[in-house]
């Protein structure tokens, strides 16, 4: 069974940059995919940014540019670089392995922009 632990969220002005952090355990070697969604209060949860095994990136257009999701497989953890960020950036992100049409979540962090 796979488990996602999600680090590095916090409190940063308008403009500034944080890094997640997800520490995977279990065996994602079938995984299609790692990488992130976020959900803001009031709203549904959103596709942010993948990384496929075979290195290949994705990212919501809301973000690219600014983000940048990387893995370290000898870590076992995936990242997501955040820079210039904005206050409708205020969401709690999660990390997500993907399989097939199955999502696994991690607990979340939640990630607040003052503006």
């Known amino acids: 069974q796979v488990q996602l632990v999600e680090s590095g969220g916090g409190l940063v002005q308008a403009g500034g940059s944080l890094r997640l952090s997800c520490l995977i355990s279990?065996?994602?070697?079938?995984?299609?995919?790692v990488g992130w969604y976020r959900q803001a209060p009031g709203k549904q949860r959103e596709f942010v940014a993948t990384i496929r095994t075979i290195g290949r990136t994705d990212y919501a257009n809301s973000v690219k540019g600014r983000f940048a999701v990387s893995r370290d497989n000898a870590k076992k953890t995936v990242y997501l670089q955040m820079n210039s960020l904005k206050p409708e950036d205020t969401a709690v992100y999660y990390c997500?392995?993907?399989?097939?049409?199955?999502?696994?979540y991690g607990q979340g962090t939640q990630v607040t922009v003052s503006s």
């Open positions: 279990g065996n994602i070697d079938s995984s299609d995919a």
């Open positions: 997500t392995a993907i399989f097939g049409l199955s999502l696994t």
